[in-house]
């Protein structure tokens, strides 16, 4: 397989005064990367922004050790994570009003030549899913107070979308340290779509809604892209909205 490509979009939606949200499309690496900010109204925007900066830049200098060195892209994203995070806390050090700042994020790699595997890494509630053969399946599950009551069965899930801690944070860029992405690798099919997106997506739209916009759009990732930022806005827009959608060319 060549090289796969990343459409990324991100809006302010219909609520929110500032977009908090950050994305990264690295095509020629074959990462892709969103973080969504909390901590106020400065500190999640700046908290988002600087993880951002951060894996982009540390990506761009240790991508040679990934590909000629004895790292995995599982290890390899870890270490962005963590060093993303060291970074958040050390600017958050510096500049006192963002203090308690923080991000969630969430990484794809398919590391070229090969590019016939994902590997993903995430902390908080931003998400990632692969889309094949008319099936969306979550590659990840959020850390929120929420998700540990459902792994327990403590709620439903028709419960858990109305409850009020349903987006209380577990883990993110910015908690306490040590900081423990989960990170895991998914086999690829050259069909295959992926999405990236924070939980302003997954807040107006149902796993189903997605998939059915997936399955009308034709595997054109631009349209996708496209047709998920537009519905959730749609559907109220009560939160910063980002997708990426990869695809092979």
Known sequence: MSAWVGIGRSEIGL???????AFATIDRLGL???ADGMGGHIGGEVAAQTAIAAVR????LSAELLHHGPNAPTEFLANLIVQAHDTILERAELEPMLKG???TVVLLMIPPPQ????HVAHLGDSRAYRFRSGTLTPLTRDHTVVEKYLERGILTAKSARTHPERHVLTRA???SSPVKPDVASYPLLQDDLLLLCSDGLTKMLEDDDIRDIFTKSKDDPILTCDRLIAESLDRGGEDNVTVIVVAHP
């Open 15 to 21: 609520v929110r005064a500032s977009n908090q949200d």
């Open 32 to 34: 892709w990367a969103v």
């Open 57 to 60: 830049a540390h990506a761009e």
């Open 101 to 103: 700042m923080g991000t």
């Open 115 to 118: 590019a016939s595997t994902a």
């Open 173 to 175: 860029l910015g908690m």
